[in-house]
């Protein structure tokens, strides 16, 4: 299989990219550390690049500190925007294509319709436009590009919506969750598998697709399915947006239609609740 390079592999996804390639047995793959891995520093890429000689490089690395973002505005656009064009522009000098992860945050949500790739992009808070700005850095500067955009990501590992539910949810006799927001939940194992499906399909249908679980659901009913298939006791109280003010402004709804990735790569995609039944089975192991 063609050699596959890790960006960002510390992070969750990275750390499920690893456990996917062991149970696939892809051993073509390096996971570089974060300082020999700098999507910041031009100079360390290049060499990087040129040591490893991938064939393909998966860019897990972002900032996503959506609150934070709208006061750390230069920080957001260096690693979202400057460090995606950074990677772009070292894999065409070394003609590598690049598997790059964004996000439904590049929309701005405000209609109740699945959400085409083709679709306007009109992010409304800091990291949705740093984001989008970086999905133009890349497709303006590499022809062999997929950029996949998910939604609402959580795994067994790292920090995330489903371990903050599981271990307030411990702590608490009540939760209050925002029931007005809109979106699907992806499996970070279930993206990593299919970032694997586009690699091992030896593809050129590059550009932009759309991945998370399929169906669709609030955050509400995200942790009260969270609690309900965790059996942890806890009662879950829906509530407005507007009860519970932010920095950032989210989507209120970003469910992405699907269509084209399934169609192009022939893959099917586990409904969010059944994703969500396997996480939970492996973070109580």
């Known amino acids: 299989m063609a050699k596959i390079l890790v960006i960002g592999a510390g992070g969750q996804l990275g750390q499920c990219l690893k456990v996917v390639a062991e149970r696939r047995g892809i051993t073509e793959i390096v996971f570089p550390a974060e300082q020999d891995a700098n999507i910041l520093n031009v100079e360390g890429l290049k060499n990087l690049l040129a040591k490893e000689q991938p064939v393909y490089v998966i860019n897990c690395a972002a900032y996503t500190a959506v609150d934070k973002a709208e006061d750390e505005v230069d920080l957001a656009k260096a690693i979202n925007e400057t460090g995606a064009a950074n990677l772009a522009a070292a894999c065409l000098a070394n003609s590598i294509t690049l598997v790059h992860v964004s996000t439904d945050f590049v929309f ?166 059944d994703s969500l039944v396997e996480c939970i089975k492996q973070i109580n192991k």
């Open 108 to 273: 701005e949500g405000n209609e109740v319709k699945l959400l085409k790739e083709e679709d306007e992009a009109k992010p409304i808070n800091i990291y949705g436009v740093t984001k989008l700005d970086g999905e133009k850095a890349v497709a303006e500067i590499l022809p062999t590009h997929f950029i996949i955009r998910t939604s609402w990501l959580y795994s067994e590992y790292a920090n995330n919506f489903v371990k903050t539910m599981l271990k307030l949810g411990a702590e608490r006799d009540e939760l209050n969750i925002i029931a007005d927001q809109v979106g699907t939940p992806t499996y970070a194992i279930d993206l990593a598998n299919t970032i694997f499906d586009i690699i091992v399909s030896s593809s050129k249908s590059y550009g932009i697709y759309h991945y998370s679980n399929e169906g669709v659901t609030s955050w509400f009913d995200f942790a009260k399915a969270i609690c309900d298939i965790s059996e942890t006791d806890v009662s879950v109280n829906p509530i407005p947006g507007s009860a519970y003010p932010t920095k950032a402004t989210r989507p209120a709804f970003s469910v992405m239609d699907k269509s084209k990735i399934k169609n192009t790569f022939n893959i099917e995609i586990p409904y969010w609740r």
